[in-house]
């Protein structure tokens, strides 16, 4: 009898400790979702520790060199959701756009209604990490960040915000919006770095 390798597979290879598979997308945030009528009026912004500030419109953005990424995302609640397909703008193609300092070594997300999640430079440079606008062939619903999220996906997913509007280069590490309330600082799947005191 013949097993590929997907079949040989172990489950347990794929599947952090401690989480379970859902095939269904569960939609998971603090706050509102944003509904956007014009798009002219919303931009990504890249600032903190850079030459000059720098803003982006949905436009230029769209321009950006394209990628498409297939991943595994891991939240902290317990479910993971194998075989994302996820469209958009590697994070490395957003650094071309700034001048950041050579002391940057720190990143924090900002999302709509002040929502920030924090990650070393390292990570948020990761050749997996990502701007998406689209998973699975569609463009992102209001729910799942429309219209840009971040999605970096060795880290557990609360580090993959939706509705990012800016990008700010820290020369120290500063906590954003769960990890000031007991999430872990870096948070991989992994090593079950769920809390501060994980
Ligand atoms: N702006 C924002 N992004 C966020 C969150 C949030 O509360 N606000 N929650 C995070 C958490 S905990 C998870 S698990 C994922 C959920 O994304 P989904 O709703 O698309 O599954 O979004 C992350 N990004
Ligand atoms: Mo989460």
């Not at 957003?94 to 070393?120: D, Q, R, S």
């Not at 970096?152 to 906590?175: C, M, Q, T």
Request: net charge negative; with cysteine.
């Amino acid at each position: 009898m013949y097993f590929g390798k997907e079949s040989s597979e172990k489950k347990s290879d794929r599947v952090p400790p401690n989480q379970i598979v859902t095939k269904k997308w569960p939609v998971l945030h603090y706050g509102n979702v944003p509904y956007y009528e014009d798009m002219n009026e919303w931009d990504l912004r890249l600032f903190g520790h850079v030459e000059e500030d720098v803003r982006l419109t949905y436009e230029e953005i769209m321009d950006l060199p394209q990628t498409e990424r297939k991943n595994d995302i891991h939240c902290v609640t317990g479910w993971s959701k194998l075989d994302n397909r996820w469209e958009g703008i590697a994070t490395q193609e957003f650094v071309k756009k700034v001048n950041v300092l050579p002391e940057a070594n720190y990143v924090i997300i900002h999302a709509e209604e002040g929502w920030t999640t924090n990650l070393p430079m390292e990570d948020f440079l990761k050749e997996t990490s990502m701007l998406a606008h689209s998973h699975d062939g569609k463009t992102l619903t209001p729910e799942h960040g429309y219209p840009l999220r971040a999605v970096v996906p060795h880290l557990y997913f609360w580090k993959s915000a939706k509705w990012v509007r800016g990008i700010e280069f820290l020369a120290d590490n500063k906590p954003g919006f769960w990890e000031r309330n007991g999430y872990h600082m870096l948070g991989r799947p992994w090593k079950e770095e769920r809390f501060s005191w994980d």
